[in-house]
């Protein structure tokens, strides 16, 4: 009996910490999909959940299945493979529309996430967008 009231006890505040690390990710996702353009870092992302780094780090990955940054530099490439199959503005721009001051680092992360460089992909994808994540 007693361990059966300890286990129920535990269980009560682990679900409750997780409903709580829920909506704070919520939040966070929220946040990132409207402010991606701004410069985010994990300390940032962090405070907006309430939360120390690791933990909030580890609640993100549990949650979104990758760590925060990962998921705001794919969602930043998802906005920019848009941006550059349905636009002609320059790849320096599109880097900083979404977020990039630095074109080149840009360049180089956008060929890490997709195979091939910001041009390559306009080549190949120019005036049929690919889905938004």
């Known amino acids: ?9 535990f269980s009560c505040a682990r679900n409750r910490m ?13 946040y990132i999909h409207t402010h991606y353009t701004e410069p985010l ?9 309430g939360m120390d780094i690791k933990k909030f780090a580890y ?5 979104a ?3 925060p940054i990962d998921y705001l530099i794919q969602h930043r490439m998802s906005r920019a493979r ?5 636009s002609s503005a320059a790849v320096k721009n599109i880097a900083e ?14 060929k890490k996430y ?4 910001p041009s390559e992909f306009r080549t190949r994808n120019g005036n049929n967008p690919p889905l938004i994540e």
Not at 1 to 9: A, C, G, P, W
Not at 114 to 117: M, P, R, S
């Open 65 to 67: 299945g990758v760590y």
């Open 59 to 63: 609640a993100f990955h549990k949650y």
């Open 114 to 117: 997709t195979g091939c460089n």
């Open 41 to 49: 870092n994990l300390e940032k992302l962090a405070g907006l959940a």
């Open 1 to 9: 009996m007693f361990y059966s009231t300890i286990y129920e006890t």
């Open 18 to 30: 997780n409903r709580e690390s829920r909506n704070a990710v919520e939040h966070v996702l929220d």
């Open 82 to 86: 848009v941006l550059l199959a349905t």
């Open 97 to 110: 529309s979404i977020g990039y001051g630095d074109a080149h680092y840009f360049s180089r992360l956008f």
